[in-house]
């Protein structure tokens, strides 16, 4: 696309959808979605009606076919990018480790039979003490209230903490490079934002309402 076509095209687009909405979109570019944000912007803003229809509905398909049926081929990509140490078992998990500024971090994708959910699992490096697991239920389930995605477990056989997030991917719908980055993230970032509440309940003795407050307020002190 002409380079002039495009400014003109992304001035239009500004001044329909504004400014906050047009830079959240581009800040959101990626390989996958590079080709297909500009081919908007030409059909949507600088082009006919009718070009408009023809080439968005074509746009959409060649997104469409262009996405790996296989999300956990967008993920190894992910964790290739990052540097992180990984592990891919089959066409169906992948074990990542992460280092957080706590501790290192334990990361599972793995693809349920017939492609309907795509799962993450984290885990700590350390587990749970008989003594404080009932403390520790409490701390969950408030850690739990204060999440848009994802929850925080407890396997009951060896104490070990769990965070989940599951994306269902049922008919025909497929998984984005978005999506594998956002659940990365929400998992990094919940396991990050706890750690402390955790070492407060465990082993600092405190309850779990003084631990996530000491933990959101020690947050609070970092940003």
């Known amino acids: 696309m002409d380079q002039d076509v495009y400014d003109r095209g992304m001035a ?3 001044a329909v959808l504004g400014d906050a909405y047009v830079d959240k979109a581009i ?3 990626d390989d996958f979605n590079r080709d297909f944000q500009r081919i908007v912007i030409h059909t949507n803003f600088t082009g006919t009606a009718k070009q408009v229809t023809t080439l968005t509905l074509a746009a959409l398909l ?8 296989n999300p956990i081929d967008l993920i ?6 990052h540097e992180w140490p990984f592990e891919r078992c089959g066409d169906g998990d992948l074990a990542v480790c992460v280092s957080g500024s706590w501790c290192d971090y334990n990361l599972a994708f793995t ?6 959910a795509l799962t993450l699992a984290a885990t700590f490096d350390f587990r749970a003490p008989r003594p404080r697991r009932g403390e520790l239920c409490i701390l969950l389930s408030l850690m739990n209230e204060r999440l848009w995605l994802g929850h925080f477990d407890l396997s009951p056989a060896d104490g070990t903490i769990l965070y989940r997030l599951a994306v ?5 719908a497929r998984a984005t490079a978005g999506q594998c980055e956002q659940m990365l993230r929400a998992a990094i970032d919940s396991c990050e934002r706890f750690y402390p509440a955790f070492q407060f309940v ?6 779990a309402e003084d631990a996530i407050a000491a933990a959101i307020l020690d947050c609070r002190g970092e940003a």
Do not use: F, I, T, Y
């Open 12 to 14: 239009k687009r500004r």
């Open 27 to 29: 800040a959101n570019v």
């Open 62 to 69: 060649m997104a469409a076919d262009a996405a790996p049926e």
């Open 76 to 81: 190894e990509q992910l964790v290739a990018d």
């Open 111 to 116: 693809l349920s039979e017939g492609h309907e």
């Open 168 to 172: 269902p991917l049922g008919g025909q």
């Open 202 to 207: 465990l082993w600092g003795g405190k309850s």
